[in-house]
């Protein structure tokens, strides 16, 4: 693995946020590797508290933009690498939240990876924005290495990256369509159903635009956004995932001894 592609850790604060100790975020960037509005993104959602411990993964090195879309093996060998992180985390911590999350691109790696991992591992959450991705990948895989919710954060303004570029560049996968960022995800014949349920499309809403959010390709991708927005999301969906385990009130208590 490239020095490029070691983890960046962005903030540590397990001591400043109770109870989110175990819960950790990891963030993969686009094909531009490591940017501020990643930085950016990862800071607003640490100040939306969903996690004690952040890094940021950039998994593109030593490509960069087109270089990167198109290296298939490397990215593929970046996705199972990222999936080793995960599961060795969980293992390591059997009390382990994981949230991903990931822009454009790096949306791809991120499915690639959720698909490699073993069978008994589960993500708490998982977040796409503006995900450079054929609309009709079957997710279903994916899905059922999550516990919560899958977001696909999706806007029609994405035109000139995941309509024009995409078609000319072609998505992820190296199919030529437009990205899923614009158009949203459909559901395969062929997948699974009950899976799909954990699919939460998130289409641009005019009122994002308060956070910064103005529809196109990195908008999402901001402090204000994630924190006000997406942070709130996350929080609801980390009581979705991990339910309280409580017993049944009709249930008779032990006898002491």
Not at 24 to 33: K, N, S
Not at 34 to 59: C, F, M, P
Not at 122 to 140: F, G
Not at 212 to 223: D, I, R, S
Request: aromatic share 8%; charged share 20%; net charge negative.
């Amino acid at each position: 693995m490239g020095t490029g592609c070691q983890p960046v850790n962005v903030r540590t604060s397990p001591n400043h946020l109770p109870g989110l100790e175990h819960t950790y975020l990891v963030h993969l960037p686009g094909i531009g590797g490591r940017t501020s509005l990643d930085i950016n993104w990862v800071k607003g959602l640490q100040d939306g508290h969903v996690a004690g411990h952040a890094e940021l993964y950039d998994w593109t090195r030593p490509n960069w933009w087109l270089w990167a879309l198109r290296a298939y093996e490397h990215n593929r060998a970046e996705s199972r690498m990222i999936a080793d992180r995960i599961a060795a985390r969980v293992h390591e911590d059997p009390q382990a939240k994981i949230i991903l999350t990931a822009w454009s691109g790096g949306c791809q790696v991120a499915i690639w990876a959720l698909e490699d991992l073993p069978d008994d591992v589960r993500l708490q959450s998982v977040v796409m924005v503006a995900p450079s991705m054929n609309p009709q990948y079957d997710m279903s895989r994916a899905l059922s290495h999550i516990r919560g919710s899958l977001f696909a954060v999706t806007s029609p303004g994405d035109w000139f990256i995941l309509g024009g570029g995409t078609l000319v560049f072609g998505v992820s996968d190296g199919s030529h369509t437009p990205g899923a960022g614009m158009v949203g995800f459909e559901i395969p014949e062929s997948a699974d159903q009950a899976e799909y349920k954990k699919l939460v499309q998130l289409a641009y809403a005019f009122k994002w635009a308060q956070y910064g959010n103005l529809g196109g390709h990195g908008g999402a991708v901001g402090t204000a956004f994630a924190r006000d927005v997406m942070a709130p999301l996350l929080k609801e969906d980390a009581k979705k995932a991990n339910p309280p385990t409580t017993r049944p009130a009709t249930q008779e208590a032990p006898s002491r001894p």
